[in-house]
């Protein structure tokens, strides 16, 4: 039912990348995927949320962006979302979302 | 262990009464049914060895019985058997027996088994813990549940005017709380706030929080904070409040009968539809701001969106979980279906159940994902006051008394802060007649709106003749406050008991209000002359202040203003 993520992740650079549904229940999943690099308190680092896989997002899954957000290190962290389908970039709008976020 | 040996077999019993001892157990022996029973009644053995054959009663009925009296608890009883036959084994597992040992004892075979009794014996005894811990906690979140819809139902639904003639509305919770919360109340001038939120997720943890949310929307709409006030106030308990992960998605609205107007906040919700006669969509508001909860609003974010109201405009709107619900292959409801009703076909009062009924049949018995509302304002009834009258605020009723307060407010506050809305509380709780707060916050309203807006910052009144002059007028009102540099409103307020002719009780009080401005004035005769009987649009209100009051006078250049307001107790 639920999707799944896998994670590149090179010097400077985290690839987040999401297929399926991006919902409430990949919480802990997505938690993981960014954690191992925001635990490390480290600055600048660059989080790209590749949503070319994603089918469905739902509010929580815009919660847990905001959570990465701030567990990044809110203003001075650097996210972009990625080939988001037309019905996904949508819902990124109508949140307004492109105020806290890169979305390309 | 404590094990318990039936055998009228003396030598049998010795032989395992031996070599259960040297392993350990403790052996209560028995010889024969009846006695077994009654020593497993007395004894309380943790297993059982059962010889089949035997006097008084044999091994079937004793195990049977022995079954029975162990109800709750796994007893395991191992038949001791010279046969092998599979009839007399079956007649064994009738009788409720959970293995067989064959004589002669092997002492090796006969250890095996007590200990894979054991192990399921420990195994079935832990699963029972665990069964009553669930049910524990069951009824205990059940309990918890019952109080907490509780809260929920009173909180929200305290004082909410959802059944206001010009409203329609439908919602449908996924589980017991609802995650959409959808509030309406009066404003002290007969205003009309609405607000649909919809919280991160569904269910109780949603739901939380909707009660800090509606509780500052009743309490700041009551004491007639504006639309803006009430954003402000909510974004900044929710970001206090909820983690992170979690916004609420809103719309607000006022419905201004007066001002013939509509001020809409729409942050996260889908477009509001506003229609005309026709069924089609005339406007779309937007969302464009953020979801409350997220992060603290800008001047620019607390802004409205004003937009006439006419008769023939209904406006809607609804959570995402409506354009979003499945049917029973996944397939999601979607804008188009959505859209389909406003293509100018469906007569507009028919439009809302439509799309209720084309909902319900897209769905058919599809597991609801997500909490659905949907909301429908006629401005036609706009004007309709709710069944019962217009809600009034109990106060205090404090004798009256004489006492003074005066209020100074200069530039600085007057572009960040509504003086009205502390005024009139001010006033409120020092002499608070019930059923006059509506009139008073009326005529402190117009009277300092006059101050503010032609005083200070020069708009002339002519402009809110129309409907649509009002909507350029609020819009130039907003630039011209956020430049606001000097200028003052001076603001005196005294009050005096007035006393029974008959036995000079006291009956009631008079509020002495005189208002001062740093603006250049008004010819006040010439407004006056014109516009006798006029209330409407504009007008300074002059018309309406006096239909309140018991007298008013401007002085000076029409920058001073004198009002007295008598009131007696109901």
Redesign the interface.
Same mark, same amino acid.
């Not at chain 2, 919809?198 to 997720?201: E, I, P, V």
């Not at chain 2, 992170?244 to 916004?247: A, G, K, P, Q």
């Not at chain 2, 937007?286 to 979801?291: E, F, T």
């Given at each position: 039912m639920s999707g799944t993520i896998s994670v590149e992740r090179s010097d400077k650079e985290t690839v987040i990348n999401i297929k399926g549904r991006f919902n409430f229940e990949m919480h802990s999943q997505f938690r993981t995927a960014y954690q191992e690099d925001t635990s490390k308190g480290q600055k600048g680092r660059k989080f790209v949320i590749d949503l070319s896989g994603t089918e469905y997002i739902d509010s929580s899954a815009l919660g847990m962006l905001l959570l990465l957000r701030e567990e990044a290190g809110t203003n001075e962290s650097d996210i972009e979302i990625i080939n988001a389908k037309p019905e996904i970039r949508k819902i990124l709008e109508t949140a307004n979302f492109q105020r806290l976020f890169k979305i390309s | 262990m404590k094990i318990l040996i039936v055998d009228d077999d003396r030598i049998n019993s010795t032989i395992l009464n031996r070599l259960l001892a040297r392993d350990g157990h403790a052996v209560v022996i028995s010889h024969d049914g009846v006695e077994g029973v009654e020593k497993f009644r007395r004894e309380n053995p943790d297993l059982v060895l059962m010889d089949i054959r035997m006097p008084r009663m044999n091994g079937y009925e004793a195990a049977r019985q022995i079954k029975r009296l162990a109800a709750n608890r796994f007893v395991p009883i191992i038949f001791l058997t010279a046969v092998t036959d599979e009839e007399s084994l079956a007649l064994c597992i009738d009788a409720g027996g959970d293995d067989f040992l064959t004589k002669p004892f092997n002492r090796t075979i006969l250890q095996a088994k007590i200990d894979a009794m054991e192990r399921i014996r420990r195994l079935h005894g832990e699963l029972r813990r665990q069964k009553e811990t669930v049910e524990r906690h069951q009824e205990q979140l059940q309990q918890e549940m019952e109080v907490g819809q509780h809260l929920f139902a009173k909180i929200v639904s305290a004082g909410n005017l959802l059944d206001a003639p010009c409203l329609k509305r439908w919602t449908s919770p996924m589980s017991v709380f609802n995650g959409d919360l959808l509030v309406a109340a009066y404003n002290p001038a007969g205003g009309l706030h609405i607000m649909l939120g @919809?919280?991160?997720?569904h269910g109780l943890s949603a739901a939380v929080g909707a009660m800090p949310l509606a509780e500052i929307f009743y309490e700041m709409t009551a004491q007639g904070f504006s639309l803006s006030e009430l954003v402000e106030a909510i974004n900044a308990k929710l970001i206090s409040v909820m983690p992170? &992960?979690?916004?609420c998605?809103a719309c607000l609205i006022e419905v201004d009968f007066r001002q013939q107007s509509l001020l809409v906040w729409n942050?996260?919700?889908?477009d509001v539809l506003v229609t005309d006669q026709t069924g089609r969509v005339v406007r779309r508001l937007?969302?464009? &701001?953020?979801?409350l909860g997220?992060?603290a609003l800008t001047r620019e974010d607390r802004k409205m969106e004003i937009m006439e109201m006419r008769p023939e405009h209904r406006v809607f709107l609804f959570s @995402?979980g409506l354009i979003?619900a499945p049917d029973p292959s996944g397939e999601m409801f979607g804008l188009d279906r959505l859209m389909a009703h406003f293509d100018g076909r469906t007569q507009t009062d028919q439009i809302f159940d439509t799309i209720l009924s084309s909902l319900r049949n897209f769905r058919g018995g599809a597991v609801q994902t @997500?909490d659905i509302s949907l909301l429908e304002i006629d401005c036609s009834r706009a004007g309709e006051e709710p069944p019962g009258g217009m809600p009034r605020r109990s106060e205090k009723n404090l004798p009256p008394a004489p006492w003074e307060i005066s209020f100074s407010f200069h530039a600085g506050t007057l572009k960040n802060v509504d003086p009205l809305p502390t005024v009139i509380n001010a006033v409120m709780s020092i002499q608070a007649p019930t059923g006059h707060r509506e009139r008073l916050y009326t005529i402190l309203a117009e009277l300092l709106s006059n101050a503010l807006d032609h005083g200070l910052l020069g708009l002339d009144t002519e402009m809110k003749k129309t409907p649509t002059g009002f909507i350029e007028y609020y819009n130039l009102r907003e630039e011209r406050l956020a430049a606001l540099e000097s200028g003052f409103i001076q603001l005196k307020l005294m009050h005096e008991p007035v006393l029974s002719e008959v036995d000079g009780r006291r009956i009631g009080g008079a509020i002495h209000i005189r208002l001062d401005d740093s603006g250049p004035g008004f010819d006040y005769n010439k407004v006056r002359s014109s516009l006798e009987g006029n209330c409407g649009h504009g007008g300074r209100g002059i018309a309406l202040i006096r239909s309140l009051c018991s007298e008013l006078a401007y002085l000076g250049d029409g920058n001073q203003a004198e009002v007295v307001y008598r009131w007696m107790y109901e």
């Open positions: - | @919809d919280f991160t997720g992170t &992960r979690m916004f998605a942050g996260g919700l889908p937007v969302s464009n &701001r953020l979801p997220v992060q @995402d979003e @997500d």
